[in-house]
């Protein structure tokens, strides 16, 4: 009888891709599918709920306000997480400073979890579709110990398993061991997740951009030349590309990596680094990326070779397409 591999059934048959002992890489697996499963119900309902839908009027350590389904959300996947024991911290967008998991168990956790519960959250009001990006580190702290900074301030290259869930038409959740990108798609009516985008590859070219226009005064000459590039009749198409930006990283990398495309987040006059944090939006997508035969590049170098300095450090972003990445860094360093 034919039917879809579950991710559970997956993760098993994949062992070998992740280190150390077996079941880990199911443990901490599930642990992001249940908190997945549960922010996919509150999303799919947050018109309903007078409780979840809209702002907290507070603000995180961004000076973002804090929509009710971001602090939900980061909770779901804090509690999933600390009750696993193969995590012994947790680093947020929604929390200033790293969580150490201070009980016995998660003390003997080998690994650190970076993640955005709910990127694009702006989005939860007008029904757009959002996304939770997480990152996956070997802890460099001896086990037994609670985590610290250090366990966090890692390089890209250092990632031992990245993914995103994209909350949208369909839930899905697509993830990288370095083994090749796999999407598995909600199956809402048994809530189980199955295998439907087996070792995705992103095209090696697109006909696609997405960066916000509204900043083109702004940007670098690099990158004006760039786009102005996917706007004319010189590019590989022969033709304009398409423009989309639905203001959403997960929503406008997903259909990339699908599609072919590129996403840009350049710096700008006033923010030089541009908006995206390096450790939990920029490296797990160039984590994907580069798997699925992409690239990410900050302009000047790869993303994923930069060194941490702090927990919510921005970098400017340029992600997708490898001719696509290749060209605007060479309008950049021309
Ligand atoms: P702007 C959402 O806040 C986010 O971090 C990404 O999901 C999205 O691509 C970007 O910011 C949108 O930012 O400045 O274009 O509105």
């Not at 079941?23 to 992001?32: K, Q, R, W």
């Not at 249940?34 to 509150?42: F, G, I």
């Not at 997405?210 to 702004?218: Q, T």
């Not at 995206?276 to 580069?290: D, G, T, V």
């Amino acid at each position: 009888m034919n039917r879809f591999t579950t991710l559970g059934e997956f993760i098993i048959s994949r062992q070998a891709d992740f280190p150390y002992a077996k079941g880990e890489l199911s443990s901490l697996l599930s642990a992001i599918r249940l908190a997945a499963k549960v922010v996919n119900r509150e999303v799919n309902r947050a018109g309903l709920s007078h409780d979840i839908l809209g702002s907290t009027f507070q603000q995180n350590i961004q000076g973002e306000v804090q929509q009710k389904l971001d602090v939900y959300a980061n909770e779901q996947f804090i509690i999933a997480l600390q009750n696993r024991g193969e995590v012994c911290g947790l680093a947020s967008e929604e929390n200033e400073d790293i969580i150490a998991f201070d009980t016995p168990l998660a003390r003997s956790g080998k690994y650190v979890i970076m993640i955005d519960p709910l990127d694009g959250s702006s989005n939860i009001d007008v029904n757009v579709s959002i996304g939770t990006i997480f990152s996956v580190y070997r802890r460099k702290t001896d086990i037994g110990s609670l985590a610290t900074l250090e366990d966090f301030l890692q390089p890209g290259v250092e990632q031992v398993a990245a993914g995103y869930i994209i909350y949208g038409s369909s839930t899905m959740l697509v993830y990288t061991t370095g083994h090749g990108v796999h999407g598995f798609t909600l199956e809402p009516s048994i809530g189980t997740f199955f295998l439907s985008h087996p070792n995705i590859k992103i095209p090696e070219d697109g006909t696609i951009y997405s960066v916000n226009e509204g900043n083109f005064n702004s940007f670098e000459e690099g990158i004006k030349m760039y786009i102005q590039h996917c706007r004319s009749n010189e590019n590989a198409s022969g033709k304009p590309y398409s423009a989309r930006y639905i203001g959403s990283l997960v929503a406008d990398f997903h259909r990339n990596l699908l599609k072919g495309g590129i996403y840009m987040y350049p710096g700008t006059i006033k923010d030089p680094n541009g908006k995206l944090r390096l450790l939990y939006e920029c490296n797990p997508l160039a984590f994907i990326a580069e798997q699925a035969g992409g690239l990410a590049s900050t302009g000047k170098q790869r993303v994923m070779e930069i060194q941490p300095t702090s927990l919510h450090q921005r970098v400017p972003y340029l992600v997708g397409s490898k001719n696509m990445v290749n060209k605007v860094v060479e309008f950049i360093n021309s």
